[in-house]
């Protein structure tokens, strides 16, 4: 019989719905039930494209005994960290604390009001390489709870004061200065692989918003290094078993240091964020394999991960037919059968080998310089890639018929309003009206869905719309309507997204301590009201929201947007500059406080060739911290960085200003782009 999991919409807790365990979802009847009983709570979090859930899954929540175990002595809560980002930051911050490290699964014991005792990640059905076996955790726990109470509720109440800096109230460290940044890039420089691209040894991940700062950071200093760093790092991205080379997309982190084996599940967010770090590297580079790459991640979004009616899915899982990676992976055999005379060029361009590289056959990866690989095939690059696309689109069909992986169809709203901010800024670079669709489509569906009187929801799924917002999920999702801003210069996607920021300013600023949180005021109440400044596998709601409040400031000219954010930034001045890595977006919004924003202004008709020729110039070009605005100007717009800029003798005419200075007025496309090229640069020498 299934369980009370099968009521949910959550893919992750469906899969668990026809377990022999007692599973509640998060809510009033379980946590009601723990404190009637005086029964611990077994909380177990994770979700849908997790590989280890799926093996915990298997060992223990489908076997009969362990079942019994935990029916018997706990109450049993299952949770998908997608939909509850709140309660995984809170218990992974336990775990964290007692264990050292974190991860998914996570198995938490709690006490009946929520607080956490013991814990730890995976446990394996039987004791293996140390670890003990979750029959031995939970007779243990259960064990200590009914003999040695004391102790355990001792453990408990020292666990709980982790939580105290969360209310701790926040102070102004003084003023942002340009050494700072200085300081962050120095620090990162030293932590880059510079055989490898990426930062550290395995595994290794993305790290898309430390490059994405390292990228602002080259424009406004030329510091050539920090460029090489990011394009590179890009690249071997892109050439390795993390990209997938048949359909597009990456993978959500390598499990060596080269980036060759993946671990394979798609995350929306992560290529979200590679969409977006792509287009302004190829904006900064023009580099064609970045370009070939970034587009091809935007298909893959449109062709595998985008809902009928325009929502993002969450991921696709790591596993299909029980074997992780086993939907991408080819053997020789298969490849000389499919390719035919292909073969040979395609199997030396993507380090095919007899015996494999990954369980006795092939992740493909580039493994051939491009210009060798083209003299193999007999000819220039075209010819190579006449051969590789060929190539690619039988194996994408072939694929096809594979066993699929699980996809997460749940709609996220942060993680959508991330990748509508990628899809957007793709449209605009590469001037591809299918991407512009796609984004609109996209804006469209949030917007009627997913926000209600400016407050943002968190899921959707099957037409059900669930959860209150999160502060990322706000932030998020009214950046990306700024995107679509600046992509059709629609003067109603900066009054939504001006409604969304004065919401998440009334309901996740508290006065008192001087910060956001990231759940509202009105949320459920937990032993703590989280508030995680770092930006880690997602930038931080608060990071976000500092971007937006940053973004609305100069677009509507309002001070007491640029107060709220200014003072955020100010508070967490010193670790930011301390430990850049965790503040990779918050260092780029720092970018724009101390550097200053750069406006751009086209005036004038935006249907008019002439307009759309000084538009064309500023979707190509990399410009850190843009703040673009287009249009006539009129007296009740929410946009107010186009007042009092006139039309010169008639014509769309530009403004690039930085701080208190604008350029002379232009209105040939050649003279934009100068200006342009010169603007951060300029700007940051401003504030030396």
């Not at 032993?527 to 973004?551: F, M």
Request: net charge negative; glycine share 8%.
């Amino acid at each position: 019989m299934p369980n009370r999991l099968a009521k949910e919409t959550s893919p992750y807790l469906l899969q668990h719905a026809g377990n022999p365990v007692d599973w509640y979802p998060w809510g009033p009847e379980a946590l009601e039930r723990a404190k009637r009983e005086d029964k611990p709570i077994l909380l177990s979090i994770g979700y849908a494209a997790c590989h280890w859930c799926h093996v915990m899954a298997h060992e223990s929540f489908e076997d009969d005994e362990t079942a019994q175990l935990m029916n018997g002595n706990f109450v049993n809560i299952k949770v998908d960290r997608e939909e509850r980002p709140d309660l995984d930051g809170i218990y992974m911050q336990a775990v964290q604390a007692m264990t050292g490290h974190g991860g998914w699964p996570m198995t938490m014991f709690l006490m009946p009001d929520g607080r956490p005792f013991y814990g730890g990640t995976y446990f394996p059905l039987d004791d293996r390489h140390g670890l003990p076996s979750f029959k031995t955790i939970l007779q243990s726990v259960a064990y200590a709870y009914a003999k040695k109470r004391e102790g355990v509720a001792e453990t408990a109440e020292q666990l709980k004061q982790i939580y105290e800096s969360n209310r701790a109230s926040a102070r102004s460290e003084g003023g942002l200065s340009p050494q700072m940044l200085e300081i962050a890039y120095r620090s990162l420089a030293q932590r880059y692989d510079a055989q490898n691209g990426g930062f550290g040894g395995a595994p290794k991940f993305p790290a898309t918003m430390v490059l994405d700062f390292l990228l602002r950071y080259w424009k406004r200093t030329a510091t050539a290094h920090a460029l090489e760093i990011v394009a590179d790092s890009f690249r071997k991205m892109a050439r390795g078993g993390i990209y997938d080379h048949i359909g597009g997309g990456f993978a959500r982190y390598a499990v060596d240091a080269k980036w060759l084996v993946p671990h394979f599940e798609k995350m929306l967010y992560d290529n979200a964020l590679l969409t977006r770090l792509g287009t302004h590297l190829w904006q900064a580079t023009k580099d064609e394999e970045v370009r070939r790459v970034t587009i091809e991640t935007v298909e893959w979004l449109g062709h595998e991960m985008t809902a009928p009616e325009g929502g993002f899915y969450s991921s696709l899982d790591a596993d299909s037919e029980g074997h992780e990676g086993k939907f991408y992976v080819w053997s020789e055999a298969e490849l000389d059968s499919l390719l035919g005379a292909d073969s040979r060029v395609f199997k030396s361009y993507y380090g095919v080998t007899p015996e494999g590289n990954f369980e006795g056959r092939n992740i493909l990866f580039v493994g051939a310089d491009r210009a060798a690989a083209a003299a193999r095939a007999g000819g220039d690059e075209d010819l190579l890639e006449a051969i590789l696309t060929r190539a690619r689109k039988i194996l994408y069909l072939t694929r096809a018929k594979r066993v699929w992986p699980g996809r997460d169809e749940k709609i996220l709203a942060s993680w959508n309003g991330l990748m509508l901010r990628g899809v957007a800024a793709a449209a605009r670079a590469f001037d591809r009206n299918d991407f512009r669709q796609l984004a609109l489509r996209n804006a469209e569906f949030l917007s009627r869905e997913m926000v209600r009187n400016g407050r943002v929801m968190r899921s959707h799924k099957e037409g059900v719309t669930r959860i209150s917002g999160f502060l990322e999920d706000h932030a998020a999702v009214a950046l990306g309507f700024l995107a679509v801003y600046e992509l059709t210069f629609d003067e109603s996607w900066v009054a939504r997204a001006r409604d969304i920021a004065d919401a998440t300013i009334e309901w996740f600023w508290d006065d008192q301590v001087g910060a956001f949180f990231d759940t509202a005021r009105d949320a459920e109440q937990l032993i703590t009201r989280p508030r995680d400044v770092t930006d880690n596998a997602t930038p931080a709601g608060t990071s976000l929201a500092v971007e937006l409040l940053l973004h609305l400031a100069e677009l509507r000219h309002d001070a007491e947007y640029r107060r709220r954010a200014s003072f955020t930034l100010e508070s967490l001045a010193e670790p930011m500059t301390r430990y850049p890595t965790a503040f990779g977006h918050l260092l780029g919004c720092a970018d724009i406080e101390i550097n200053g924003a750069i406006e751009v202004a086209l005036v004038g008709d935006s249907a008019s060739a002439a307009f759309k020729a000084l538009e064309r110039v500023v979707a190509e070009q990399y410009v850190p911290s843009l703040v673009l605005a287009g249009g006539a100007p009129r007296s009740d717009s929410p946009v107010k960085l186009l007042d009092d800029r006139p039309l010169i003798e008639g014509n769309p005419t530009a403004y690039v200003c930085r701080g208190y200075t604008c350029d002379r007025p232009v209105t040939e496309p050649d003279a934009l782009l100068d200006q342009l090229q010169n603007a951060a640069r300029i700007a940051a020498a401003a504030t030396v």
